[in-house]
């Protein structure tokens, strides 16, 4: 029971793994929360779904579709909002408070359509499941832990294999000096913005897929853990957002069946308490070095 | 936005609802009904006959009553997250009042039905409730959507002596918080009874069950009536862990330790998207074709046929409203009363007819046949004729009653589902 | 012939006036440099004139051109290139990736190229090439701060007190370093100092700013000269 256990929490984590890199993307380059990616992460899931059902049409088509959607939106917080308040030096709280704006907005417009119903999600990567021992593997979870395994190994190789992952690199670091190596600092945080909305596409669309349903408060409690997972892992820490999101998923589900359910996002947060203070920035953060 | 319009909407129903009032009432009515004599006998003092509600006898003695007041306030949420609950209400108040009145109304006059979105917010709520009980012309209140609301408000209306029909409030102590209470819905703790003695009914002695309860006031009281009955009938609890409804989505970790205990009845207290993520959950986990899945009267819904209908086979659901489906509510499973009600409400409205419509119509229904026969400048003789009134054809149980002056009694249904359809279970 | 030409610039904090219609210029070939206390204005200036900062008022003109609306990409690109006051080193990347950075809009041949000349003139840039550059001396970091400036190929080079918490013996390397840039690379140097000496010592004209506005100009010999000078900035 212990394997099935953990096989559900790797799924649970993988998916949580895969909207932490969004945060610490988004945290690497700009320093801010963006508070905005749980609300983005259920509109992926959201689109992929109202288009699929509008035009009936191929659903990896839809997706893909849903996806080039959700990274515009992402662009959009970033270049309507947020770059704006970068060009008046508005201070990080006013950058935080509006993404937090910009959640309620999607929110609200996904309630528009759906108003408060839980909708059926079609499961479209259900191949039937196999066992392992007593344990049970569905090939949903297998094909979630590829996805993110495959998602990971790209994000790992554009941002430490290409240039624009060194920029992004550069930019998170000390993004004056990034500027006056005449790299495009808002064309690379535009980038960032529209990768972890893509990402937090994916996710949406494979959670919905995952439970067979969905509904438009799914953002918000998923948005605090994944926070979580990747201050866990250390911020702007691509292999720590993954292993924090693994982390808390598995914690969560164990916690939750061998001690209690009522409490499981407390033994996620509780883990988060811990490591930090033995480990403020997280398990693969780094202090930050400054000299004059 | 939908809050300023739908306030604009209540606001112009309001103010034509008093300028219908004042003109004598000519654009309210379709066809200019005159009092209607029941088929049989005008007595309906202790009346048995199975007349269709709405058309009931005009009242005994005519022009003693005092139908000084007409009006009825229903605070419901038209906004905000149970704004389908409250369009539910609103439909079918709207629906019972219109018939009521074509039927010869309160000694000709009509009764005005005033809307209140109450947002499904306590604060909101408090306020209404307040202004409700200063309006000298609402003579009762037929609504308020869920436990936090209805129990606030409750002490209110009280005092304020004004007769509360709540539709859905099953809360142990709403009966007893005053007499001019009055709930259409049984308490958890009569409705669980039955369930447990339904259930018990079906699997039979040694019968192993599991329970997942929300962790809200009706969830965990669930939980405790049916840990300490089931045993009592003769069976077994072998598993009884809470999750928080709407924010649990993974059961996994649940489901896995349950299937391990090979349990006879899984029971699901908890709404309707709950009971079918346990369901679609358990059936990826490998569970057992020959476990029984139960859950509440939340899943007669088609929202739940959609998420899980065909993989919702070879369970008992149980509840104290009906599934209103065409393929179920048949002239021979229920009465011509439930069967029309279910009719008229699909062909009135968009919305799909359900139990929270057909509670509310109960409450509204009743309230007025009993207005219609003791008058309504007495807010306790109304209560009492309400709970004593005999003869009522319900549009949403088949036997409905009051026990204990004003505790709920409805008779329980239970369905499975066969081929992705609700189906009467028969025990 | 002139490559930078500064008219009437001014630049705000807000409500704070820090430059204040300055004028200035730079030729072919020179080493220029702005002198003056802390405050004067000058990391202001050089921040603008990178691109870093907006202007509030004047103009700057690059080989004729109107530059003053150009962003920090065109100007790097244009040949306009800043190393910044307090080195502003990327700590996490090496030095060799620092030095890469700086080459970011070249070919990965041309950068090789220029690296070897970058090396060159900094020896222990090279030897030290894999270290983290957040754990390299403040001498070394200055080093490579101008090592990274020098890989944007620029046509001017501006430094912003190069000389700023370094043992004088290192402010000494780095001033003939600059000196060598100039005779062995051509490149136009642009010079921002609080060291008041060693600046007049290397350059062939300078500025003085004082809160925000130019009070004296003239070449360095002539400044090196002047009582007033002495007073205020050779501590005579």
Redesign the interface.
């Known amino acids: ?1 212990f394997l ?2 953990l096989i ?2 790797l799924t ?1 984590g993988s998916i949580y793994a895969l909207i932490a890199i969004g945060y610490s993307l988004v945290f690497g380059v700009l320093q801010i929360v963006n508070f905005a990616n749980g609300s983005i992460y259920m509109l992926g899931g959201f689109l992929t779904l109202v288009l699929y059902n509008k035009f009936r049409i191929n659903f990896l088509l839809c997706f893909a579709l849903a996806l080039i959607i959700n990274g515009f939106v992402g662009f959009c917080l970033d270049r309507f909002a947020l770059r704006h308040l970068r060009q008046k030096k508005a201070t990080k709280l006013v950058g935080l408070i509006t993404t937090m704006g910009f959640a309620t907005v999607i929110e609200n417009f996904v309630m528009l359509f759906f ?6 999600y079609p499961n479209k990567i259900d191949f039937g ?1 196999f ?1 392992i021992g007593s344990a ?1 593997v ?1 090939s ?1 979870q297998v094909i979630i832990f590829l996805v993110v395994l495959v998602l990971l190994l790209l994000m790992s190789w554009v941002v430490y294999g290409t ?1 624009v992952g ?2 992004m ?2 930019v998170s ?2 993004a ?9 600092v808002n064309g690379v945080i535009a980038m960032t913005f529209i990768l972890s909305a893509v990402l937090a596409g994916i996710s949406g669309t494979m ?1 919905g897929m995952y ?3 969905i ?1 438009f ?2 953002g918000f ?1 998923i948005g605090m853990k994944t926070m979580a997972a990747a201050v866990l892992g250390g911020v702007g820490s691509l292999p720590g957002a993954v292993t924090g999101g693994l982390i808390i998923g598995v914690v ?3 916690g ?2 061998y001690i ?3 409490y ?2 407390a033994f996620a947060f509780a883990v988060l308490i811990i490591v930090i203070l033995f480990l403020p920035n997280g398990l693969f953060g ?1 202090e ?5 | 936005m939908k809050k300023l319009l739908s306030v604009l909407v209540a606001l112009t129903m309001v103010l034509s609802l008093m300028a219908g009032c004042g003109s004598g009432g000519d654009e309210k009515k379709e066809t200019s009904a005159p009092k209607q004599e029941a088929d049989g006998s005008a007595s309906d003092q202790g009346g048995s006959e199975k007349a269709d509600a709405g058309t009931e006898a005009a009242p005994q003695e005519e022009g003693s009553q005092n139908y000084d007041k007409v009006k009825i306030a229903s605070p419901i949420p038209l906004t905000g997250p149970n704004s389908q609950y409250g369009m539910a209400y609103k439909n079918a108040l709207e629906m019972a009042v219109k018939q009521f009145n074509e039927s010869g109304g309160l000694g000709g006059k009509e009764v005005e039905l005033e809307i209140l979105d109450d947002q499904s917010d306590v604060t909101q709520a408090t306020n209404l409730a307040n202004q409700i009980i200063d309006d000298k012309d609402v003579f009762a209140v037929v609504g308020t959507f869920g436990s936090s609301v209805g129990m606030a408000t409750a002490p209110i209306y009280q005092s304020g002596g004004m007769p509360l029909i709540a539709p859905n409030i099953s809360h142990q102590d709403f009966p007893q918080t005053g007499d001019l209470l009055v709930p259409i819905s049984p308490t958890a703790t009569i409705e669980i009874n039955g369930v447990a003695d339904t259930l018990f009914a079906c699997t039979g002695e040694g019968s192993k069950m599991a329970i997942l309860y929300a962790t809200t006031d009706l969830g965990v009281n669930v939980n405790s009536i049916l840990t300490e009955k089931w045993p009592e009938l003769g069976g077994e609890i072998v598993y009884s862990n809470s999750f928080v409804s709407g924010e649990t989505k993974d059961f996994s970790a649940l489901l896995t330790e349950v299937i391990a205990l090979e349990p006879d009845i899984i029971y699901t207290s908890g709404e309707y998207y709950d009971v079918a993520s346990v369901i679609l959950q358990a059936r990826q986990l490998g569970v057992s074709e020959d476990v029984i899945f139960s859950g509440p009267g939340q899943c007669f819904t088609q929202e739940f046929l959609d998420l899980c209908g065909d993989q919702a086979y070879n369970g008992i659901y149980c509840g104290t409203l009906p599934a209103y489906f065409e393929d179920v509510i048949t002239k021979e499973n229920y009465s011509d009363t439930m069967v029309n009600f279910m009719t008229d409400y699909n062909n009135t409205y968009s919305e799909a007819c359900n139990g929270f419509a057909g509670n509310c119509y109960d409450g509204i229904m009743l309230t007025l046949l009993a207005a219609r026969k003791v008058g309504t400048d007495d807010p306790k003789a109304l209560v009492e004729a309400i709970v004593s009134y005999e003869g009522y054809e319900s549009v949403s149980t088949e036997h409905l009653f009051f026990s204990d002056y004003n505790y709920a009694n409805k008779s329980l249904c239970a369905y499975t589902v066969k081929d992705g359809h609700f189906a009467k279970v028969e025990y | 012939m002139t490559l930078l030409k500064v008219e009437n610039l001014s630049v705000n904090y807000g409500s704070i006036r820090a430059v204040r219609e300055i004028s200035f210029e730079v030729n072919q070939g020179e080493i220029v440099t702005l002198i003056g206390s802390n405050g004067a204005g000058k990391t202001t200036t050089m921040n603008t004139i990178a691109g870093l900062k907006e202007l509030n008022g004047g103009k700057i003109f690059w080989n004729g051109a109107d530059a003053t609306a150009w962003n920090a990409k065109r100007k790097v690109k244009e040949g306009i290139v800043l190393s910044p006051e307090g080195r502003q080193v990327f700590p996490d990347f090496s030095v060799y990736d620092n030095l890469m950075l700086g080459g970011y809009h070249f070919s990965n041949e041309e950068n090789q190229k220029t690296l070897r000349t970058v090396h060159e003139l900094f020896p222990v840039l090279e030897k030290r090439e894999k270290q983290m550059a957040g754990t390299l001396s403040g001498g070394e970091q200055q080093m490579l701060a101008v090592g990274r400036a020098l890989m944007s190929q620029p046509k001017l080079l501006m430094l912003d007190e190069p000389s700023m918490g370094l043992a004088p013996l290192i402010v000494k390397e780095i001033f003939s370093l600059i000196r060598r840039i100039r005779e062995e690379m051509g490149t136009t140097v642009l010079l921002v100092e609080q060291n008041a000496r060693m600046a007049l010592k290397i350059s062939d004209r300078a500025y003085v700013l004082q809160t925000g506005k130019i009070t004296l100009e003239g070449s360095s010999k002539e400044l090196l000269q002047s009582e007033e000078v002495q007073k205020a900035y050779l501590g005579m």
């Open positions: 029971m099935q256990q559900n929490g649970l108003s408060n119903a839980t909708v059926p499941s066992s049970v569905s949903t240039k060194k920029a690199r550069a670091q000390n004056d000096a990034a500027k006056l190596m005449g790299i495009d959670v439970y067979q349903m509904d408060t799914s409690s969560e589900s164990l939750a069946s209690s359910s009522a499981r996002n780094k930050k070095v400054t000299k004059v």
